[in-house]
């Protein structure tokens, strides 16, 4: 049988249950024509469909009363206890993009979960070797009127993410939930998950309001700057925000929501100091695409400038810390490229900048967003798609002796 990355056939339209193989075709046909296949590529910011697995999720549900409220609200056909905001149903297009609505996809290994399945062959056609994956409905549980209902839902996940998901196949990686709404309920979900096979470190979903510098997080971040394990803060949409629900279309809410709330965190964490007092917990900031961080930057270290006493924490300028902050690309804003080579070169993407696709949402980037970068050079390309994520994760590079040598 002809492989489907290296088909040539004309491709039938593309549905809800088409293969992931010939949603990807472009990206498959990208990895075989150009030396992706050379590198390590590290994929950053993947999605798991946790809705489609809700049950096996709210089966872990450590409280036996959340359970039983949350088989009461799936008997009634409603996901049990996750609040769903609007705006989700517009990421298809109104269906034009229809791996985004579902991926309805036949698998006919029963013995490998229906997810791992789906995640190697996305990985496959993009030529991913390792590929983090995040929840999806569950980034603006954050915003969930009910915070114990957080601390149930983020560890039932946690369990089924390190328990069914991650075992099933050794390229996949989790960054796993952190109730942050409890900051009491943080410091025992490291403890419980934190050395679990997979595990790479940990994630705030940013769609929610509470500041980072609050003392009720210090022993959180204690931990985590002790066990080597990095800090995610996953940007996501909120079109229940006061400020984001002005904005009449989806294009324009979700232009800024992303970048908006880890703007805030970031300004809190800043000018706060919490790098001062935890230099060696490593952050990432994730899906909030790169524009935004040199207006940042600009902005605060001009504040600063005028009112230091502001900030008795800091020691350098806040654009400084930035720097040796992780980003993820997706999704890179790439209409201006001479303004994406400054912004490289403003948060030093040679070391700090980490490839993310965001597969399967509709907005994802493949490898090849970075590779054809015109004003990257090898090296450069090389540390993108993987190594710097091999640093900061402590990942395996199989690539990087031969490139040495070479």
Same mark, same amino acid.
């Given at each position: 049988m002809t492989s489907r990355?290296?088909?040539t056939r004309e491709l039938p339209p593309l549905t809800m249950t088409s293969h992931t193989g010939d949603t990807l075709a472009h990206a498959a046909r990208d990895k075989n024509t150009k030396k992706l296949g050379e590198f390590l590529i590290v994929d950053v910011d993947a999605h798991v469909s946790e809705l489609a697995f809700w049950n096996e999720v709210t089966d872990r549900i450590p409280d036996e009363v959340w359970r039983y409220n949350a088989k009461s609200f799936q008997e009634r056909g409603?996901?049990?206890?996750? !609040?769903? %905001?609007?705006?989700?149903?517009? %990421?298809?297009?109104?269906?034009?993009?229809? =791996?985004?609505?579902?991926?309805?996809?036949?698998?006919e290994d029963k013995g490998i979960h229906k997810q791992a399945v789906l995640a190697r062959r996305a990985m496959d056609a993009m030529g991913i070797d390792i &590929?983090?994956?995040?929840?999806?409905?569950?980034?603006?549980?954050?915003? =969930?009127?009910q915070p114990e209902v957080e601390v149930q839902l983020? $560890?039932?996940? !946690?369990?089924?993410?390190?328990?069914?998901v991650l075992p099933q196949d050794p390229g996949l990686r989790g960054l796993l939930y952190i109730p942050f709404n409890t900051p009491e309920a943080c410091p025992a979900i490291i403890e419980e998950f934190g050395d679990r096979k997979g595990v790479i470190g940990f994630t705030v979903t940013s769609t929610r309001?509470?500041?980072? =510098? =609050? !003392?009720?997080y210090m022993r959180m971040y204690a931990m985590l700057e002790e066990r080597g394990l990095p800090l995610a803060f996953h940007a996501g949409f909120n079109w229940e925000d006061g400020s984001m629900g002005q904005l009449n279309r989806f294009l324009s809410m979700h232009a800024l929501s992303f970048v908006h709330c880890n703007l805030i965190h970031m300004t809190n964490w800043v000018v706060n100091g919490l790098p001062e007092r935890f230099p060696k917990l490593k952050t990432v900031w994730v899906e909030s695409g790169l524009a935004w961080i040199p207006y940042l930057m600009q902005r605060l270290d001009s504040e600063y400038m005028m009112r230091t006493s502001e900030a008795p924490l800091l020691? $350098?300028?806040?654009?400084?810390? &930035?720097?040796?902050?992780?980003y993820t690309s997706q999704p890179i804003e790439l209409q201006h490229l001479k303004l994406v080579e400054a912004t490289f070169e403003a948060i030093n993407a040679d070391t700090q900048l980490l490839y993310a696709s965001d597969w399967p949402h509709w907005d994802f980037d493949t490898p090849s967003t970075i590779y054809d970068l015109p004003f990257l050079n090898e090296k450069?390309?090389?540390?993108?798609?993987?190594?710097?994520?091999? $640093?900061?994760f402590n990942l395996k590079d199989p690539y990087q002796a031969k490139a040495a040598a070479e």
């Open positions: 990355l290296h088909d409603a996901p049990g206890l996750i !609040n769903i %905001q609007s705006g989700l149903t517009y %990421q298809g297009v109104c269906g034009r993009i229809p =791996h985004n609505e579902k991926l309805g996809e036949a698998v &590929m983090t994956v995040f929840p999806t409905p569950m980034l603006v549980l954050g915003v =969930h009127p983020g $560890r039932a996940y !946690n369990q089924w993410l390190t328990e069914v309001y509470r500041p980072v =510098h =609050h !003392n009720s020691k $350098r300028k806040p654009s400084e810390y &930035m720097r040796e902050m992780y450069q390309k090389r540390n993108i798609l993987g190594g710097n994520a091999a $640093r900061l």
